[in-house]
């Protein structure tokens, strides 16, 4: 069965050190990966995604995520955290025969420290 | 424009209340959402609209009833709710998968506590 596993479900950083959360999945074909944020009381923005290609993706805020398919893994990154960055973070998966389902992963919860 | 909108922001309602949320969106996105997240989750789906159809529920209630009257709009009706509805209603929508998923775009969602 596919699923999406976060094995962080708090973290904390200081503003300006630098950020990577994990994301693992179990799927038998390459997903289509996607990280999303989304600030208490808000929707979800879409941060990045990848479908195909270069394995590591670029996405909006300075964020990145790099696909490692020999670990099952798209981890997102930052260089440097700014105190807006707090919220929590949702890695998902949507299967590549077309489907509008995703499956979400639990989130992590970003606390950034001034 | 990835914009997709949601009216209200806000609602709270008895039990015996018949209240609508509504989305819209102007991408040109024919799939529409509808999830529930209760807080410290992630979102859980309920339904999807393809092509103003509905095309999946998730076994929801009957006491929610979603609504499609053209392209760009979505409500979800509710009807005789109970309190363990109380949630995030959050709206969403995205190219339809065809041979593939593609991102979907939501909403900043409708917090509805029932009384």
């Known amino acids: 069965a596919q699923s999406v596993t976060q094995p962080d479900i708090h973290i904390t950083v200081s503003e300006g050190a630098s950020l990577e959360l994990r994301c693992n999945y179990s799927y038998g074909a390459t997903p289509y990966l996607f990280w999303y944020v989304q600030s208490p009381g808000q929707g979800l923005q879409l941060l990045l995604k990848y479908f195909s290609g270069d394995t590591l993706v670029q996405g909006i805020k300075g964020f990145e995520a790099e696909f490692k398919r020999s670990q099952s893994s798209f981890n997102l990154r930052k260089p440097s955290v700014h105190w807006s960055d707090a919220a929590e973070y949702f890695c998902a998966v949507g299967a590549t025969s077309g489907t509008y389902k995703y499956i979400f992963g639990t989130g992590t919860r970003l606390k950034v420290l001034a | 424009d990835t914009e997709v909108t949601q009216t209200p922001k806000h609602l709270v309602m008895g039990m015996t209340n018949k209240k609508s949320l509504k989305c819209e969106q102007h991408m040109g996105h024919r799939a529409m959402y509808w999830y529930k997240q209760k807080a410290k989750k992630p979102p859980e789906l309920m339904f999807v609209y393809s092509y103003e159809k509905l095309s999946i529920n998730e076994s929801v209630p009957s006491r929610f009833s979603p609504e499609c009257p053209n392209s760009s709009l979505l409500n979800l009706h509710l009807h005789a709710l109970q309190p363990e509805d109380s949630a995030l209603y959050l709206c969403?929508?995205?190219?339809?998968?065809?041979?593939?998923?593609?991102?979907?775009?939501f909403g900043p969602g409708t917090r509805l506590t029932v009384t």
């Open positions: 969403a929508s995205s190219q339809t998968p065809g041979q593939g998923a593609y991102e979907q775009y």
